[in-house]
DNA sequence: TCGAATTTGTGCGTATGTATC
DNA sequence: GGATACATACGCACAAATTCG
């Protein structure tokens, strides 16, 4: 290994994405078998399975046993947007972004009664070990899996009254606005913060995609004011979805 | 190899992967050395090994050659805020998120005419190969750079103005805004998508990561009502940072 | 239809270098 | 200096899936 320089599987990794990101190798395409690779780059047959490896950790390529490892179909196409920002008048152009948003979709949702963990109680500011209901998602389009969440409500806020329980009652199902509503508390804002973080095994399993793939977790806060009312996870592949703010300047 | 299970060095990453993010493990801890691996586990070196890497290359470890492997500083403490919303009075929750904001930091900035590629060109609602200002910045905190930064102008709106160069002239580094202003252009508001891929070999380079590692991708387009009047793509890595909006509701 | 070649997926043993303790 | 532990690399073996003649 000379000097200063990369691992050998490293440089033959970062060549081969180079060509993936510029498009010298397209999707659907097939990467070099893993001989090719080894005399094309002069290499032993474990750095070239370590370099392909390495891409196959970053979700840019595919292996199928016995056929070959392919270019995944990169571009995060769909958007998620969380904001109802509009602009005036219908060419506004962010309609595609609006349509997007109204995710025609189904999901299930079970909730359940909990104390708050300390993360979560201090997000809602309470207390840690104070009653909350959480309450798991899965969304799916055309029945695929695709979002999914978690939610806590303190019940200090929602207990006894008729939407303590998200998806049930008169108004299940409605949100959390809504919902709010109802028992006189007006939710007038929302924090989210948009980070990413390999999904773990559970949540690779119910998205679709393999243990370790980014996914991207938005944390939300919704509040009445300064008080919070709900916080929730939101947890999507990373590869297959952006997430869209609009907003005003000044 | 049995029937359904998965391959042995996913079950151990999976295992150990499960106790850092449930806090078995917490951050600074040394792992299980390889050899306490492969007998804890009953699995061969090899599969130890291919265990740790999946680790490392998500980012949750690091090895250090010699002493050991140890759980990183996972939080992702730092936020960065990307929206004006203000509540009331100060003792609002958001006055940690505007002191973030404004980053107390340096900047680097190099500009340079071009011709819009096609994807800067949709995004400017220009045509393609119409000349823009592409300027590339490098951000850094107490040094170390944390963000960079690639921007697109479109001439046809700054060409022959004192605001051409971002960083020249007597508005240099006040902002898009500020000087769009300057030249009796009114941005009024800014459309944002977060995404996250793995890092290109060059960013991890700059920001001092590892190339796969995930970065977090704001794609950022400012408009003068509908119209487009810069656009930029803004990196950062994604295990130290998170973006934050802060929205009202309805 | 059968079988051979190819390719990935997984796993083992070993060797060498280097950083840390 | 010596022991430990990680980092990289090589070669080999075999199973399973796919492709193709």
Redesign the pocket.
């Known amino acids: 290994?000379p000097f200063g320089e990369q691992?050998?599987?490293?440089?033959v990794a970062e060549d081969l994405r180079q060509q993936i990101v510029d498009g010298t190798l397209p999707p659907h395409t097939?990467?070099?078998?893993?001989?090719?690779i080894r005399s094309a780059y002069g290499?032993?047959?474990?750095?070239a399975?370590?370099a392909?490896?390495v891409l196959?950790a970053e979700g840019l390529v595919?292996?199928?046993?016995?056929?070959?490892?392919y270019v995944r179909e990169q571009p995060a196409q769909r958007t998620i947007s969380r904001s109802g920002y509009r602009t005036l008048g219908d060419c506004s152009p962010f309609r595609q972004e609006q349509t997007d948003e109204r995710v025609r979709g189904t999901w299930e949702g079970h909730s359940e009664r909990q104390e708050a963990p300390a993360e979560v109680a201090e997000r809602l500011s309470i207390e840690p070990d104070e009653p909350v209901m959480r309450t798991r998602y899965v969304f799916r389009m055309s029945g695929e899996p695709i979002m999914m969440s978690t939610s806590w409500e303190p019940l200090r806020i929602t207990g006894r009254t008729p939407v303590m329980l998200p998806e049930q009652g008169p108004l299940a199902g409605r949100g959390v606005v809504e919902r709010m509503a109802a028992i006189d508390i007006h939710v007038d804002n929302v924090a989210e913060e948009v980070g990413a973080r390999p999904a773990l095994a559970a949540e690779a399993r119910v998205l679709g995609g393999l243990p370790g793939h980014a996914v991207l977790v938005v944390t939300r806060t919704y509040r009445a004011g300064s008080l919070p009312v709900e916080t929730a996870d939101v947890v999507v592949p990373a590869d297959r979805f952006r997430i869209a703010y609009h907003l005003p300047v000044r």
């Open positions: 290994m691992p050998a599987y490293l440089r097939r990467l070099p078998s893993q001989a090719s290499v032993s047959d474990t750095v399975l370590e392909r490896k196959m595919e292996g199928r046993s016995g056929s070959g490892t």
